[in-house]
């Protein structure tokens, strides 16, 4: 069997070294063939020198794809080109695998016969986290984490809060074959956190009737840094993914409209803003503020590019 | 096809190291002679200035090395969790030893109890080759195993941590990695007592601890430590305590927290009264100086000054009032202070 790990960078060389000191210490049956392909992504830092000296001291073949179109998607498109695999397997450069985490996911798409599988991203916090974060579960989506611990089979339109993303994905090539890659207007690029490109696969890999499953026991540890561990950092990540939302999502419904946007767009923005000044300091309410806002926004740019079209 | 679970868990054993080579060695292979395996042996050179490096080169690849700025043991134990790959994650200080037998003893009351956050062993305290102490374990623990034997307890301590520490050294401890994800690494603003501050946060997440009845680690006691000298380590320890409950409060709910409230009050009027004490019997300057960085760091100063009062004036005259006022003392109830069992 063979499979390729694939992991897509962009200026961290620090974190890519621990991401890959875990990686080579994975335990896998001698059957599996497996190969670490790092897509460097505009990379300027320290990141060639430590892909270098991974692959002088790993046991398995370590190489490296350069993408300069900037944005997570391209970076992992780029390592799905130059993967030898016939299973995909997706980590993050700020992402710890548990040394039984290829091996598990592995015997997992092949117990339930699933074409693609994650499992559990739990947070490695770079400080203790603030008491309102540690004990909010619902706030891990926003961090990338996933904590639910029962076994699931996703179902599209999502049934609950059970995602995969991309810090911990296994895929079969056949089935990227068949649905095509991640989707480059999605994904953070830069600056910019653009996201959703992960649901964006998912979802079209189970409209086209193949299994999804979620497995706990896939276990991969997230790093944290003190900057996410900010309340403006749930600002910024909301407002992305409602851009990302409205500007790939499904076509707005018609209606009146006010300088190119629906009506009710405005009056639910109110809403929140209401909801929000009555309760200014919850974070709740914040995040709601903000979801609105990103979608109004990311309907504009939408509307425009679709105006210029026309022309 | 092998599945991680079904085969020996991958024990991280993080040793940090301070200036203690003339220990290091003996530490090292105090846990590659562990009878476990596999383990995979992390050290944190916390910025040594004697012959540390040289002697942790001797043991080339069967550890891993890092060294970093002096930061604390806090910061040192982080330093080495975000290097290490195992599941299941052992402390250990730079002067103590483990006995063969002690990672293995925790991972069996680790797969027994799937549930416990950390994993606790018992110890001797020893001086070259003299046993001091038979046991590292005091209070309800002590108790338990006193009273009724048995070879392990599970409990779920939090309030009793909230009282005092239950655990003599870090070197005494296992915790799941998952742990960490749920409350968070080592507070590296804490010098001294951080071990302390992170068992509060797991007992506070619900956690329960498994202590462990055999002997399995020897904790030395050397006259200077990261702690001070000897006889004022527990004026230090009591002075950290204020961080680490400060820290704590963060997380505490709200009845918790009016226990932590009460509990600084009563560390502070039992250590201005020792700190006085102390002073009067060695040396008054240093309990001046002492009841000074109490009454800031307490930020409860009208419990400190009148020790601080009494330290300034010339003894004959703290004699005579002391004389004049003789009115039978009022005592609060009995307070714990902050491992004033060390």
Not at chain 1, 127 to 130: D, F, K, L, T
Not at chain 1, 226 to 231: F, H, K, N, S, Y
């Given at each position: 069997m063979r499979v390729s790990v694939c992991i897509p960078t962009h200026q961290r060389a620090r974190l890519l070294d621990r991401a890959l000191e875990a990686l080579v210490q994975q335990k896998v049956g001698p059957e599996v063939d497996w190969e670490i392909v790092v897509a460097n992504n505009n990379c300027t830092d320290d990141t060639p020198r430590v892909v270098g000296r991974c692959a002088e001291r790993a046991i398995v073949p370590v190489s490296q794809v350069f993408e300069t179109r900037p944005g997570v998607s391209y970076a992992r498109n780029a390592a799905i080109a130059a993967a030898k695999g016939e299973i995909l397997a997706f980590v993050d450069d700020d992402i710890r695998p548990e040394d039984s985490w290829l091996a598990t996911a592995l015997d997992t798409l092949e117990r339930e016969g699933a074409d693609l599988v994650g499992g559990r991203i739990l947070p490695e916090w770079e400080?203790?986290?603030?008491a309102w974060l540690a004990t909010n579960d619902e706030l891990y989506d926003y961090l990338g984490l996933m904590a639910v611990s029962e076994r699931r089979r996703l179902t599209y339109p999502f049934a609950d809060r059970t995602r995969i993303w991309g810090g911990s994905m296994i895929v079969r090539r056949s089935t990227l074959d068949r649905v095509g890659v991640f989707n480059v207007s999605l994904g953070r690029t830069g600056t910019r956190l653009l996201q959703g490109e992960e649901s964006d696969l998912i979802r079209r890999v189970l409209q086209a009737g193949l299994v999804v499953v979620y497995d706990p026991a896939i276990l991969v540890y997230h790093w944290v840094p003190?900057?996410?561990?900010?309340?403006r950092y749930f600002w910024r990540w909301v407002f992305g993914y409602a851009e990302g939302k409205a500007i790939n999502g499904p076509p707005r419904p018609a209606g009146r409209s006010l300088l190119g946007l629906p009506l009710w767009m405005y009056r639910s923005l109110l809403r929140q803003c209401l909801r929000l000044a009555g309760a200014p300091l919850s974070l709740r309410r914040q995040i709601d503020f903000f979801w609105e806002l990103g979608l109004m926004v990311g309907w504009h740019k939408r509307a425009q590019v679709e105006r210029s079209a026309a022309r | 096809m092998s599945s991680g679970a079904e085969t020996a868990p991958l024990v991280s054993a993080i040793v940090i190291l301070y200036n203690q080579g003339h220990f290091a060695r003996a530490t090292i292979e105090s846990v590659l002679a562990?009878?476990?395996?596999?383990v995979e042996v992390i050290v944190v050179d916390?910025?040594?200035?004697?012959d540390t490096a040289a002697i942790c080169a001797g043991f080339g690849d069967r550890i891993t090395y890092l060294r970093q700025p002096n930061a604390g043991a806090g910061a040192a134990r982080n330093t080495g969790m975000r290097h290490a790959c195992g599941a299941l994650l052992a402390f250990l200080d730079g002067d103590d030893i483990w006995e063969p037998g002690k990672i293995g003893a925790q991972v069996n009351a680790a797969r027994a109890h799937p549930d416990a956050g950390v994993i606790v062993v018992d110890g001797v305290k020893f001086e070259d080759e003299t046993v001091l102490a038979p046991t590292l374990y005091f209070g309800p623990v002590q108790q338990h195993f006193a009273e009724r034997g048995g070879t392990e307890m599970i409990t779920e301590c939090y309030e009793e941590l909230l009282q005092r520490?239950?655990?003599?050294?870090?070197?005494q401890i296992m915790i799941r990695r998952e742990v960490f994800s749920r409350v968070g690494p080592w507070d590296a603003r804490i010098r001294v007592s951080s071990d302390y501050e992170l068992m509060l946060r797991i007992g506070g997440a619900g956690y329960p601890f498994v202590f462990l009845a055999d002997a399995l680690i020897r904790y030395r006691i050397v006259a200077s430590s990261l702690s001070g000298p000897a006889d004022l380590r527990e004026f230090t320890w009591g002075l950290d305590g204020f961080l680490v409950f400060r820290a704590h409060a963060a997380f505490a709910d709200r009845r918790h927290c009016a226990m932590i409230v009460e509990r600084l009050r009563g560390m502070t009027r039992s250590l201005a009264r020792r700190a006085y004490y102390h002073g009067e019997r060695f040396d008054r300057s240093w309990s001046r100086r002492y009841l000074v960085r109490l009454a800031v760091r307490s930020r409860r100063p009208h419990l400190v000054i009148s020790y601080l009062v009494a330290a300034m004036l010339p003894s004959w005259i703290v004699e005579l009032a002391s004389r004049v006022i003789s009115r039978p003392r009022r005592r609060s109830a009995p307070l714990h202070d902050v491992r004033s069992e060390r």
């Open positions: 400080v203790p986290p603030p003190r900057e996410r561990m900010r309340r | 562990q009878d476990y395996q596999p916390d910025g040594s200035t004697d520490y239950l655990i003599h050294s870090p070197s």
